[in-house]
């Protein structure tokens, strides 16, 4: 199943060995360049006890340095505004400044270099190549090419010569319109906007299959490789599901899945280092089949804003099979956020394996739920409070149902629920990121 759709032959297939080689070289300068433009990380690897290149040392060594966090990045921009102490390039060398959505009220900042947007376009490139999508096709994209980084996914499809038709988040009906008239048959989007189209195309009345969709990427959020979810919009359009993962500090599409669809493969080597992680003790984890950890990233060839041991909170679970397209190293499933697990009677939960489960449901269940805690926090009392929405047609009194899903959840996952059906329909149709966790039910 040699896969002829990799956009670069050379680096994608490129005996992991030999990257790491390369690597080494690209670390060193890295380093250097750090140490001679960063005041942020002259002062952290200072205090560290690492105040020279040579104290730092190899690749190879990495692990024995300090993690960085997305706090001490806020905190540099919030002590010295507008872009931070860890900035390495002149203001006048950034061609582009994204932000955050500025959750607590002040935005994040990431600007990059015209060699720096190079390499987020070039990931891309990569990344979307090998989930199907070609030059010359006509894909509509629903991420917005505004103020934040995800609108640097626009660059990509330039390289790789695809049409583009920008729609971006919030006008549905637009995008339609726009497969049909304009004869689009890609889309790029959250997998939670995947699942709202299909609701919004039958209540318009609309054939999702008439839509014509030959492939779709999502990105964003996990979700796009969970059976249910890609089932679900496979068999509503017609089309292959493939997902995309990256990270906004340090490029789109780090991950990206193939035509092997068997998780997703390191799209940024050569521009970055990736670490698995024990998301506790912060210890390596080895690079193995079957391994679950937190990824770390370190930037190899970033000139604005490197990153230095990033801490991703992605908790992933790794895949070492040889993949037939030709494609080498490690591939990866995003099971969820270190941040969002929660932590049940001393049992370690993240939300997306609830819907893992929903898949030995998928013809009574419509695959969408939302865990309601009783208490603030990680740590939650069982039973856990998870209402779960029943299939287009079915009827909420089940308790037949409703304890099948409460058993298969205390089966796999060792958590006791307090299961809840609710009507197809009535739980919230995302039309960006979904959040599994609503603590709007907890008593005040």
Same mark, same amino acid.
């Given at each position: 199943?040699?896969?002829?759709?990799? !956009?670069?032959?050379?680096?994608?297939?490129?005996?992991?060995?030999?990257?790491?080689?390369?690597? *080494? $070289?690209?670390?060193?300068?890295?380093?250097?360049?750090?140490?001679?433009?960063?005041?942020? !990380?002259?002062?952290?690897?200072? $205090?560290?006890?690492?105040?020279?290149?040579?104290?730092?040392?190899?690749?190879? +060594?990495?692990?024995?340095?300090?993690? @960085?966090?997305?706090?001490?990045?806020?905190?540099?921009?919030?002590?010295?505004?507008?872009? /931070?102490?860890?900035?390495?390039?002149?203001?006048?060398?950034?061609?582009?400044?994204?932000?955050?959505?500025?959750?607590? /009220?002040?935005?994040?900042?990431?600007?990059?270099?015209?060699?720096?947007?190079?390499?987020?376009?070039?990931?891309?490139?990569?990344?979307?190549?090998?989930?199907?999508?070609?030059?010359?096709?006509?894909?509509?994209?629903?991420?917005?090419?505004?103020?934040?980084?995800?609108?640097?996914?626009?660059?990509?499809? +330039?390289?790789?010569?695809?049409?583009?038709?920008?729609?971006?988040?919030?006008?549905?009906?637009?995008?339609?319109?726009?497969?049909?008239?304009?004869?689009? @048959?890609?889309?790029?989007?959250?997998?939670? !906007?995947?699942?709202?189209?299909?609701?919004?195309?039958?209540?318009?009345?609309?054939?999702?299959? =008439?839509?014509?969709?030959?492939?779709?990427?999502?990105?964003? $959020?996990?979700?796009?490789?969970?059976?249910?979810?890609?089932?679900?919009?496979?068999?509503?359009?017609?089309?292959?599901?493939?997902?995309?993962?990256?990270?906004?500090?340090? =490029?789109?599409?780090?991950?990206?899945?193939? %035509?092997?669809?068997? /998780?997703?493969?390191?799209?940024?080597?050569?521009?970055?280092?990736?670490?698995?992680? +024990?998301?506790?003790?912060?210890?390596?984890?080895?690079?193995?089949?079957?391994?679950?950890?937190?990824?770390? !990233?370190? %930037?190899?060839?970033?000139?604005?804003?490197?990153?230095?041991?990033?801490?991703?909170?992605?908790?992933?679970?790794?895949?070492?099979?040889?993949?037939? @397209?030709?494609?080498?190293?490690?591939?990866? *499933?995003?099971?969820?956020?270190?941040?969002?697990?929660?932590?049940? *009677?001393?049992?370690?939960?993240?939300?997306?394996?609830? *819907?893992?489960?929903?898949?030995?449901?998928?013809?009574?269940?419509?695959?969408?739920?939302?865990?309601?805690?009783?208490?603030?926090?990680?740590?939650?009392?069982?039973?856990?409070?998870?209402?779960?929405?029943?299939?287009?047609?079915?009827?909420?009194?089940?308790?037949?149902?409703?304890?099948?899903?409460?058993? $298969?959840?205390?089966?796999?996952?060792?958590?006791?629920? +307090?299961?809840?059906?609710?009507?197809?329909?009535?739980?919230?149709?995302?039309?960006?990121?979904?959040?599994?966790?609503?603590?709007?039910?907890?008593?005040?």
């Amino acid at each position: 199943m040699r896969d002829h759709q990799i !956009y670069d032959p050379e680096v994608e297939t490129r005996p992991v060995s030999e990257q790491f080689a390369l690597d *080494r $070289e690209s670390y060193r300068r890295q380093v250097a360049y750090l140490m001679a433009n960063s005041e942020f !990380y002259q002062r952290k690897f200072s $205090e560290a006890g690492f105040d020279t290149p040579e104290k730092i040392g190899e690749l190879d +060594d990495i692990a024995a340095l300090p993690f @960085t966090e997305k706090d001490e990045i806020r905190a540099s921009q919030a002590n010295f505004p507008p872009f /931070g102490n860890h900035v390495a390039a002149e203001p006048d060398e950034l061609v582009r400044i994204f932000s955050t959505s500025g959750t607590t /009220g002040v935005p994040c900042y990431l600007g990059l270099t015209k060699n720096d947007l190079e390499m987020y376009a070039t990931n891309v490139a990569r990344g979307y190549s090998a989930a199907g999508f070609k030059r010359g096709q006509r894909l509509v994209v629903g991420f917005n090419a505004g103020p934040f980084v995800a609108g640097a996914v626009y660059y990509g499809f +330039d390289k790789m010569g695809c049409s583009v038709i920008p729609v971006g988040t919030g006008n549905t009906e637009r995008m339609v319109t726009a497969i049909q008239r304009l004869g689009a @048959t890609g889309v790029s989007c959250t997998p939670s !906007y995947g699942l709202y189209l299909i609701d919004w195309c039958r209540e318009q009345g609309i054939d999702t299959r =008439s839509l014509g969709l030959q492939n779709m990427i999502t990105a964003g $959020e996990p979700g796009g490789g969970d059976p249910l979810v890609r089932k679900a919009i496979s068999d509503a359009f017609g089309c292959t599901v493939r997902e995309s993962m990256g990270i906004g500090d340090i =490029s789109l599409s780090v991950w990206a899945e193939d %035509a092997a669809e068997n /998780g997703m493969n390191f799209m940024a080597r050569g521009f970055a280092h990736v670490e698995l992680i +024990d998301p506790i003790s912060g210890a390596p984890i080895p690079w193995e089949n079957g391994a679950q950890g937190e990824l770390v !990233y370190t %930037a190899l060839q970033r000139e604005a804003m490197p990153l230095f041991r990033f801490r991703s909170r992605d908790h992933v679970v790794v895949t070492m099979e040889d993949n037939a @397209t030709g494609r080498t190293g490690a591939r990866i *499933r995003c099971i969820g956020r270190t941040d969002d697990m929660l932590i049940v *009677r001393g049992v370690n939960l993240f939300p997306t394996a609830v *819907r893992s489960v929903m898949e030995s449901f998928q013809n009574e269940v419509s695959g969408i739920f939302s865990i309601r805690p009783n208490e603030v926090g990680v740590l939650q009392t069982p039973p856990l409070p998870v209402v779960v929405e029943v299939a287009h047609g079915m009827s909420t009194d089940n308790q037949v149902l409703a304890k099948r899903i409460k058993d $298969e959840i205390k089966a796999r996952l060792l958590v006791t629920t +307090d299961v809840r059906l609710v009507p197809h329909g009535s739980l919230p149709r995302e039309t960006y990121k979904t959040k599994l966790v609503d603590y709007s039910e907890v008593a005040a």
